[in-house]
Every structure is written in C-alpha cells, then in structure tokens.
C-alpha cells in the first residue's frame, strides 16, 4: 500500500510540474504574440491577460496527455536508474499492477480533457471570441501611426503627418466603394479623436474633393463624418474560424482521451533504460513519438468533416506498437 501511494504520488507529482512548465511557455509565447496585435492596434491591450486564461484549458488538452506520458517515462527511469524498482518487483510490482495503478491517473486525465473539450473550451472560446470582436473607433484611432498610409477596411485609404495629444495633422483621407467609381479625397489640418460612443470622425480646417459623375470641391471648416454605426471601421478580422459542432467536439475528445490510453502503454517500454545509461536518455525518443502521434491527430481537429476511418486506423497502428514493445518486455522478464 505505501509503495502504491509512493508510485502514484510520484507519477501525480511529475505530470503536475511538467504541465506547470508547459503552460508557463505557451503561456509566455501567446502573451507575446497577442501583446504583438496589441502594439499593432489590432487588439485592447487591456484584454491580453484575460484572452490568454481563458484560452488555458484548450491549451491543456494538449499538455495533460504530454505531461503524463513523460511523467511515466521520467518516474520509470529514475526508479529503475536508482535501483529501487528492484526492490517494487520483489514486493509484487508486476506489469499487470503497474498498469492497475496507472489507469487511475490516466481516468482521471481523461474526464478531465472531455469535460474540457465538450464543455469548458467552447463556451470559453465564445467569450474570447467576443473579447477580441471589442473594439471602439477611439483604440482604433489611438494606433494610427504617422507617416504611414492605413488602409480602412475595403473604402478607405488614410495618411498623417504628425500626432498630438487628442488629434492627428496634416490629414489625406481617400474614400472609394468597391461598388461605385466615385472618388472622395478629403485633406484637413486636423483629425480629432473620436468621442466616446460616437460613431463620427471630426476633421477641421481643410477641404474635400468628390470625383465622379457630379465633380465639387467643397471647402472644410469643421466637417463631422457620420458613419452610421460602423464602429468597426479600422478594425481587423480577428475572429476565431466557426466551433466545430458537437460530434465533431465529442470525437476529438475520445480522441484524446484515447490518446492518453494508448500513450500509457507505450511509455512503459519506452521507460526502459540500458545499464550505465542516464535516467533521462529515453526522454528524447519518447518525445519524437509521441510528438507524431499528436502531430496526425492534430491535423484532424480543424477540419470540417472527420475522416473516422483514418482516426480508427491511425489509433490502431499506435495500439499496436504499443502492444508489441511490452510483449518484447514481456518476453524480456523486465518491466
């Protein structure tokens, strides 16, 4: 019973700091590349923080099947490298109780990453979407930068010279439908930062220029430019593609969670050290196959219509692998 809690506790341990790491640099990494769009102005800077959380247990999904295959290979290794495993066989420690006590975590695991993948991430996913949809005419204005042409949607095409505190100068602003061969140029001294909740830009002091069937030039002392609500001028498309439907959920999570049973079964052999040869030199070989296993299935989870043939086939072949190292084990005499 002590060495059942000693094993388990020590699997627990290393999938728990492993996961910890993980996520701390994907963490780092999304954090930068959002920070990135926020410098861009394509995103609230004030919402990074809170779309990299919520965006946790998708990450996990991921991290948990990884974190427990190397937490098997890694505690296999050092006990075996340190001599105590010996001593767990001689205390009855055989391949049917290894594999008894590692279904527990590996359970637990797998109701973790189906409750993540049914039921966490895509109500969560709806919320980032939404964060990252937020996005008001005054953040916009505030990344403009001088000196450099900024293409407004589809319409608009707009250049400044310099900024001050509340206003942009030295204003060129190109209006053109993709529908219509009218052309509207507008240049002003001033272009004021918009309102709170309004939805008009301010330019002062300047004049526009329509081109088209009816041709006016027409002087700008303070001209307030309506745009009907359309407060997602100079905004860019920073929507996530559409959730996948719920069979398409419920078949990646058995997926993974299968994932997480057929991957417990190859890191046992794969745990396997040579004499003389360090605890962690099966670390790296472990990595490259679990790394294509979920390369394959990665490469499923955006699609529209799932090939289940090719997910069935791809699981099996793995299977099989798996059952073929620990009869070599077995024929071994080793665990």
Request: aromatic share 12%; hydrophobic share 50%.
């Amino acid at each position: 019973m002590i060495l059942n809690r000693y094993f388990l506790k020590t699997i627990f341990s290393y999938t728990a700091t492993i996961s910890l790491i993980f996520v701390l640099i994907i963490v780092s990494s999304r954090s930068i590349q959002y920070l990135e769009q926020a410098s861009r102005g394509e995103i609230n800077p004030e919402i990074v923080f809170s779309v990299v959380l919520l965006r946790l247990p998708e990450f996990l999904e991921l991290i948990l099947p990884l974190s427990f295959f190397l937490s098997i290979v890694l505690t296999l290794g050092r006990l075996r490298s340190d001599g105590e495993f010996v001593i767990m066989e001689q205390n009855g420690f055989s391949l049917v109780k290894v594999y008894s006590l590692l279904l527990i975590p590996a359970s637990l695991i797998s109701i973790l990453l189906i409750y993540f993948s049914l039921i966490l991430s895509p109500s969560l996913d709806q919320k980032v979407k939404d964060l990252l949809e937020v996005k008001t005419l005054e953040d916009s204005f505030n990344a403009l930068t001088p000196g450099e042409f900024h293409k407004l949607d589809d319409s608009y095409l707009l250049f400044a010279q310099g900024r001050q505190e509340n206003f942009l100068s030295d204003i060129f602003l190109v209006e053109r439908k993709s529908n219509s061969k009218d052309k509207k140029v507008l240049v002003a001294k001033k272009f004021m930062a918009p309102l709170p909740e309004s939805s008009d830009l301010i330019f002062q002091s300047g004049f526009s220029y329509s081109e088209g069937e009816n041709n006016q030039l027409i002087s700008v002392g303070f001209r307030s430019m309506l745009l009907a609500g359309d407060r997602d001028l100079f905004a860019k498309d920073n929507s996530f593609s559409k959730q996948k439907d719920f069979s398409g959920s419920l078949i990646w999570s058995c997926s993974i969670s299968l994932m997480v049973l057929i991957t417990m079964f190859l890191a046992l052999p794969m745990s396997q050290n040579l004499p003389r040869k360090g605890r962690y030199s099966k670390v790296l070989p472990s990595l490259l196959i679990f790394s294509i296993y979920a390369g394959l299935l990665l490469t499923f989870r955006g699609e529209e219509v799932i090939n289940l043939t090719y997910l069935i086939f791809l699981h099996l072949f793995f299977l099989i692998v798996a059952f073929y190292l620990n009869y070599r084990m077995f024929l071994g005499g080793k665990i």
